[in-house]
């Protein structure tokens, strides 16, 4: 079993981080997203330790009340003003960079809980609100933008890159 103490300070940062920008990137996939998505992110990060109770690395990454799930990294890529596919570059990138951490340091069991909980983190952003209703009439739970990135997401959580 993995612990938070296998992780350098900046391993840790990047696998804190990844579940949140993965949530923001299928939110701006829309073109926008909502408070309500925003919401479901916080969420379903924290659930996490309760879908995989028995794997210490999801329960510390759910529990770590030193880390705000990546916010501030987040508020750094709003801040530039930069287009959406370059902000999911750098989240695939970061997904790619988690991925190479976990396949070095975890377990495979830890390195799927870890792909599951961000996927469904995503999964869970995007059907937060429907896409393209007037008034709450008609519209798309999830929008063909959003699976795309979630897609882009679980690809990239399966194809380590070049973490330092």
């Given at each position: 079993?993995?612990?938070?103490?296998?992780?350098?300070?900046?391993?840790?940062?990047l696998l804190?981080?990844?579940?949140?920008?993965?949530g923001?990137?299928?939110a701006?996939?829309a073109?926008?997203?909502?408070?309500r998505e925003l919401?479901?992110?916080?969420?379903?990060?924290?659930?996490?330790?309760?879908?995989f109770?028995?794997?210490?690395?999801?329960?510390?990454?759910?529990?770590?009340?030193?880390?705000?799930?990546?916010?501030?990294?987040?508020a750094?890529?709003?801040?530039?003003?930069r287009?959406?596919?370059?902000?999911?570059?750098?989240?695939?990138?970061?997904c790619?960079?988690?991925?190479?951490?976990?396949?070095?340091?975890?377990t495979?069991?830890?390195?799927?809980?870890?792909?599951?909980?961000?996927?469904?983190v995503?999964?869970?952003?995007?059907?937060?609100?429907?896409?393209g209703?007037?008034?709450g009439i008609?519209?798309?739970?999830?929008?063909?933008g959003?699976?795309?990135t979630?897609?882009?997401?679980?690809?990239?959580?399966r194809?380590?890159g070049?973490?330092?």
């Amino acid at each position: 079993m993995t612990t938070r103490e296998a992780f350098t300070d900046e391993e840790w940062s990047l696998l804190m981080r990844v579940p949140a920008l993965a949530g923001l990137a299928v939110a701006g996939s829309a073109r926008g997203g909502t408070m309500r998505e925003l919401l479901v992110l916080m969420k379903e990060i924290a659930r996490g330790e309760g879908r995989f109770p028995d794997d210490q690395l999801i329960q510390a990454i759910a529990t770590d009340e030193g880390t705000e799930w990546g916010s501030d990294g987040a508020a750094n890529m709003r801040s530039e003003h930069r287009s959406f596919e370059e902000i999911e570059g750098e989240v695939l990138s970061a997904c790619r960079d988690a991925a190479a951490v976990l396949a070095r340091k975890a377990t495979a069991d830890e390195a799927e809980h870890y792909r599951a909980l961000v996927v469904g983190v995503a999964q869970r952003v995007a059907e937060a609100a429907k896409e393209g209703d007037v008034l709450g009439i008609g519209g798309t739970r999830v929008s063909e933008g959003e699976r795309r990135t979630i897609e882009a997401v679980e690809e990239a959580l399966r194809a380590p890159g070049s973490a330092t």
